[in-house]
């Protein structure tokens, strides 16, 4: 019978931490749109980055098992 260890780790905390939500005005103009599109798409690459590297440790540590 084959035994199996299991090892967990914790995700860096950098990965963990919360993003931070861009500064809405209570009434937006059209000349906000521009700024307000920039801060969620970087809003949103970050967490496509953080999601990424969670995929790359889960994947080293199965590739390391």
Avoid: F
């Amino acid at each position: 019978m084959e035994r199996i260890k299991y090892v967990y780790i914790n995700a860096p905390s950098s990965l963990t931490q919360e993003n931070n939500e861009p500064h809405i005005e209570k009434v937006i103009t059209w000349g906000d749109c521009p700024l307000l599109y920039v801060d969620l798409k970087n809003s949103l690459k970050q967490c496509n980055a953080d999601k990424k590297a969670i995929r790359e440790l889960d994947n080293n540590t199965k590739t390391n098992s």
